[in-house]
């Protein structure tokens, strides 16, 4: 969340030191869904930065896979997220949809962990009437 929350200030830091000139629209603009898609991505890219993966390995940068997985590069995320900034509503609507995606996440991920201890609540239950019975 502090990221989503340090990427809209920026963004509207960046907003308003601009001239009034709108942005004009790139190319190869990312467009709107998948935009999101990959705001969503590197929130949590960015977010597991200081966790131990598997390999037990903290720093790892997950932004280049997010990159590669959209097959984009930095030109294009900045072209596409400046156009979008340009425009104070459609970037904050944007913002909110991915702000509820990552909460839909938070919430999976507690509904899951919360299942996951009470499987384990009662497999110790069985194991400790098992070993009474013996």
Excluded at 48 to 64: C, D, E, H, R, W
Excluded at 99 to 112: D, F, G, M, P, V
Excluded at 115 to 125: Q, T, Y
């Amino acid at each position: 969340m502090k990221f989503l929350k340090y990427l809209v200030i920026i963004g509207l830091i960046f907003i308003s030191c601009k001239s009034v000139t709108d942005v004009e629209k790139p190319e190869d603009l990312i467009p709107e869904p998948e935009m999101v898609d990959i705001l969503v991505d590197l929130h949590l890219a960015s977010s597991t930065y200081n966790i131990n993966n598997k390999q037990a390995l903290k720093g790892v940068n997950y932004i280049s896979i997010v990159k590669d997985k959209y097959g984009i590069d930095s030109v294009k995320f900045e072209k596409s997220n400046a156009y979008y900034a340009s425009n104070v509503d459609t970037y904050l609507k944007m913002f909110k949809k991915v702000e509820s995606r990552i909460n839909a996440l938070k919430k999976n991920y507690e509904t899951e962990m919360d299942s996951l201890i009470l499987r384990d609540e009662i497999l110790e239950e069985q194991n400790s009437a098992g070993k009474e019975k013996n």
